[in-house]
């Protein structure tokens, strides 16, 4: 009897084809997936403040820092650490949202690590009240509304005027156009803090040293031909405007000789402080912003603008204090090469430095 050979299968064969290839796609999703979940929820860094409280197990702390927004998955965060045994004290810890669940845990499970009774804080110069407020409250127990609201009520700013020769009536003035009263007298430097404090003692802490920059420069102030007030909103300005002492020096004489013909200050940094929200920088120039209608936006009001536009530093003070004089009204910096400043007598002039170092 002859042999009959059978036939191929060929749609059985399809179906194990394709089955193998569901297999490999949901694999590789999984992975993706797994992959995903498993890293920080943050590619830059960022500090934020987490409590560890009685009763705690790493299976609860992962809930709650899943639930916070400091990592992506408890359960993924679980299996990641399935292998260790982390033991997690109760305190408060800074972690960096940038790290991976088992740096976090490396932090929560190091009693050396929890925050002290005191914490040192670096509040820079150009920071805005609103930002010293934030960066304060994460690392404290006040809050960022609550210490906004002090620096902005005129009954408390008024019982600081009447102890602090460097704060003055004139803060007060135009009261109703300015965002935050002390704004321009938060001193940025580094400081040391209770964590269990209070907004009065935070904010006698920061004008004290406004208090002593004053005094260390009293001579000059008491020379200059302005109010203590209009040195510190010009003073903001100059910070924001120039990084090198010379500059900024050279950038408060340009200021000043616009502010002696009552030529409009025209400052960008002024639209900035305007606007107060917005995302990139550049929003801060375009020609639609720099005519807002605001008392801080120089492009369109005379003079100063209501109040400091931000928190100047000693530097930036004492080169308003001692500017530069000069013929010159115009100014720019080379912000696409070495970041010199360019300066011009005339707008002609001045057009022509946009034209060699700016429009590239």
């Known amino acids: 009897m002859p042999l009959v050979k059978k036939k191929k299968q060929p ?42 409280v ?29 292998d260790q045994d982390f033991l997690v004290y109760k305190g408060n810890f800074m972690l960096d949202t940038s790290l991976s669940v088992n740096e976090m845990m490396a932090v929560l499970s190091n009693p050396a690590q929890a925050i002290q009774n005191t914490v040192r804080i670096t509040l820079p110069p150009g920071f805005w ?7 304060i409250s994460t690392f404290t127990n006040v809050s960022e509304e609550d210490l906004l609201s002090a620096w902005n009520d005129e009954t408390y700013v008024e019982s600081l005027i009447s102890e602090f ?23 940025p430097n580094t400081y040391e803090f209770f964590v269990d404090t209070s907004v009065d003692a935070i904010t006698r802490v920061l004008i004290n040293e406004t208090q002593r920059v ?8 008491d020379q200059s031909q302005r109010t203590i007030h209009d040195i510190f909103v010009m003073a903001s300005i100059v910070e924001y405007e120039a990084s090198e002492f010379d500059d900024m020096k050279m950038v408060a004489g340009v ?36 005519q807002i209608r605001s ?27 001692n500017y530069e004089p000069s013929r010159y009204f115009y100014f720019l910096a080379d912000v696409y090469g070495d970041g010199t400043v360019y300066y011009a007598e005339t707008f002609a002039q001045h057009q022509a430095n946009i034209d060699k170092y700016l429009r590239r």
């Open 165 to 187: 020769s460097v704060l003055t009536e004139a803060i007060l003035t135009g009261k109703d156009d300015v965002r935050i009263l002390l704004e321009g007298y938060l001193s």
């Open 54 to 82: 009685d009763g705690d197990t790493m299976t609860s702390v992962l809930a709650r820092l899943e639930n916070e927004g400091h990592i992506r998955n408890r359960y993924v965060a679980r299996w990641m650490l399935r």
């Open 295 to 321: 008392p801080y936006n120089t492009y369109v009001t005379s003079g100063l603008p209501a109040g400091p536009i931000l928190n100047p530093s000693e530097t930036a003070i004492l080169a308003t204090l």
């Open 129 to 135: 009240a609103k930002d010293m407020a934030k960066r």
């Open 214 to 221: 004053y005094t260390t420069h009293k001579v000059d102030f």
């Open 11 to 52: 749609l059985a064969k399809s179906v194990f084809l394709v089955v193998i290839f569901l297999i490999v796609i949901t694999g590789y999703f999984a992975f993706s997936t797994y992959q995903s979940l498993s890293e920080p929820v943050s590619e830059t860094s960022e500090l934020v403040k987490f409590e560890v």
């Open 255 to 290: 200021f000043y000789n616009r502010l002696n013909i009552n030529m409009r200050l025209q400052s960008s940094v002024t639209v900035c402080y305007a606007l107060y929200e917005f995302e990139d920088w550049r929003d801060c120039e375009s020609y639609e912003n720099q």
